[in-house]
T-cell receptor
């Protein structure tokens, strides 16, 4: 079974631009979460989507948004990029079966550099 | 609020030596606990998880972890480290009803030949 895939793997943008990152979860997984990883702040939760609805949101400004499609694929958008948005953005998927808790599996990440 | 503490930022061990990475969590109820490993430039790979039951859990690559409720700890162990284990290790806690993981700051493991 294929793992979580993220595209693109690397991105270079300039301040003020916007960017869209894509995540395809493991087949059959319905929950997708996004995390930002930086050397200074570590791994921080951005948001989780399940059944095309945002279920949880981390403490990030409104410039960070996401969505999930009916096939469970998810996109994350960052508008008006700032230098501090340079990070590794990780996507994780979980089967999220009701009534039980399930682990998340992570993709390889998208490395975003803002110049 | 939930939190995870990994007190050791860097650990260096010799190949073949035993390893213990520490993790302490703060959460009011029984948490869901995880250890992940990250190689440079890569995503996170799940080593093992604790949801309930036996407090000693076995994972991949010969790793194990023990949940100690009284100490709010979930330490990762390996009896004999291999050079390929050099990586960064993250402890994480998940809470019921949410898939928002709280991660520790990570422990970077260096293995000496």
């Amino acid at each position: 079974k294929a793992g979580v895939t993220q595209t693109p793997r690397y991105l270079i943008k300039t301040r003020g631009q916007q960017v869209t990152l894509s995540c395809s979860p493991i087949s059959g997984h319905r929950s997708v979460s996004w995390y930002q990883q930086t050397p200074g702040q570590g791994l921080q939760f951005l948001f989780e989507y399940f059944s095309e609805t945002q279920r949880n949101k981390g403490n990030f400004p409104g410039r960070f948004s996401g969505r999930q499609f009916s096939n469970s694929r998810s996109e994350m958008n960052v508008s008006t990029l700032e230098l501090g948005d340079s990070a590794l953005y990780l996507c994780a998927s979980s089967i999220r079966i009701g009534g039980s808790y399930n682990e998340q599996f992570f993709g390889p990440g998208t490395r975003l550099t803002v110049l | 609020a939930q939190s995870v503490t990994q007190p050791d930022i860097h650990i260096t061990v010799s190949e073949g030596a035993s390893l213990e990475l520490r993790c302490n969590y703060s959460y009011g109820a029984t948490p869901y606990l995880f250890w992940y490993v990250q190689s440079p430039g890569q995503g996170l790979q799940l080593l093992l998880k604790y949801f309930s039951g036996d407090t000693l859990v076995q994972g991949i690559k010969g790793f194990e972890a023990e949940f100690k409720r009284s100490q709010s700890s979930f330490n990762l162990r390996k009896p004999s480290v291999h050079w390929s284990d050099a990586a960064e290790y993250f402890c994480a806690v998940g809470t019921s009803g949410t898939y928002k993981y709280i991660f520790g700051t990570g422990t970077r493991l260096k293995v000496l030949a």
